[in-house]
């Protein structure tokens, strides 16, 4: 087994060979080419091979472990340039080597390349949540009148305030690196006050930048999947003696800060569960009620019930056809950080452990429906349990599906449900992403296509994909702007900022 340090430090001594803030912008404009289709300048990189498209050898998670390597590592000035075609393909060569060795780290020279796959997946694929669902679903969950009076009570702006700054600000990072906080935003309705809260909880000082990162840096198996602060404050103010001079390396950072990121100024604030939780069970709602049009489809919102004296919420919402019924339990749990990239798996287990405890609370709420304690009727047909996540969890590794598989028995015992249910009634998990493309192919073939589409072997798998492969033909018919017309009610001098699928 290699040792980590020593293989990083050629790597560390070439970055100590490029400037800095020229870099960064490089950095910039490759993450607009590669995560926004933006086109590079003409003859941007000096003697790339004639015919060869850049998009083919760069990265979108490449370029945020480059951003925070430069960061680290870059001089002030240097005779190299990520414009200059050996210098590019050279770093990037360096970053897959240091990927390759950090692997070899893992489980002393032996790695579980099963877990791995958690772990690259939530590295790789949001970086390819894209379209305007989830900057929409944000406005519509975020910018719903209790959470954002909420954000207007904690910082002093509402949630469409910051929704319309990060649109705006955005734009201007598509064409330009570099921009000034004190720029004035009136002309959409924002004052100067508000402008600079938005500034202040994303911009971070490259000292402290700097300092953050020396204090997260790993050297060993989890150097790929170290957190960048950029995911928090992606705007760097670069020059000490102009602070109100910013740049934004990567611009996918910004977009999500401003939009699903304003989750975490408000996360801590006491009255914020209920609201942003009531918030996600409405847009299910909102969305399902968009989808599957009656005659068709009958969607309930089940009330309160008594039993033995104690009252009881039941599943959210239940959407039913002719075919049969979905149960749906909305949650906003999300996976923590550690649970998504470090190679401990103990905080991978506890957020596992609520996600179980969600699923054996579905089958609890449908049993009771089943036995008659609810105003729904069983008419027979078949039940789907479904638990909806507000991000996408990305359950598909064999190892993780074991440790949840585990969970959900534990969590059944507690309920005393037998587990025969999870062969009668397969549980599914699916994101909020997945529910806005499933629940149109519903409308489309009806729930007991949709729902009992997974053959036994493919139980635990993301739904989207097997969907994907089921459903070809009708796929073509997905709106994925579902909730544009909103969005240009917010921005109304604005389009969608990203592309549409």
Known sequence: MADFYQEYKPFRN??????????????????????????????????????????????????DILSRELVLNAATI???????????AKTVNHLRHLDGVAFMEGNGGKPDVLFELHRIAHRQFPFTDTGIFPVMRAVKVLGATAVDQIAQRELGLSARQFFRLGVAVAGHFNHSWGLSTAQDYSVIQISAAATRTFFNRLTIRLADLKAELKTLQRYDEDWYFTWNPLEGKPLVAIDPAYPDRVMCPIPRYLLRRSFGGLFYDLVKASDFDNSFGHSFQNYVGEVL??????????????????FKGETFHGTDWILSDRTGHVFIEAKTKRLTVNARVSSDTAALQKDLKVLAAAVAQNYRNIQDALDGKTEWVNDGLPSYPLILTLEDWYIFSPRVKLIL????????AVENIDPKVLIEMPWQIASAHELEIASQLIAQVGVKAVMGGKKPEQQGWSLLPVLQELFATEMRNVNYHLFSDDFLALVPEARPPISAQ
């Open 14 to 63: 070439f970055l100590q060979q490029f400037g800095l803030q020229e870099s960064l912008v490089n950095v910039w404009r490759y993450s607009l080419l590669v995560m926004d289709k933006i086109p590079l300048p003409p003859r941007y990189i000096q003697d790339i091979p004639s015919g060869f498209d850049p998009r083919s050898v760069l990265h979108a998670w490449e370029l």
């Open 78 to 88: 240097g005779p190299r340039s990520l414009r200059n075609w050996n210098d590019l």
């Open 289 to 306: 009620a968009k989808t599957c049009l009656p005659p068709n489809f009958t969607l309930r919102a089940v009330r309160p019930y008594v």
């Open 405 to 412: 598989d585990q969970e959900i028995l534990n969590a059944l």
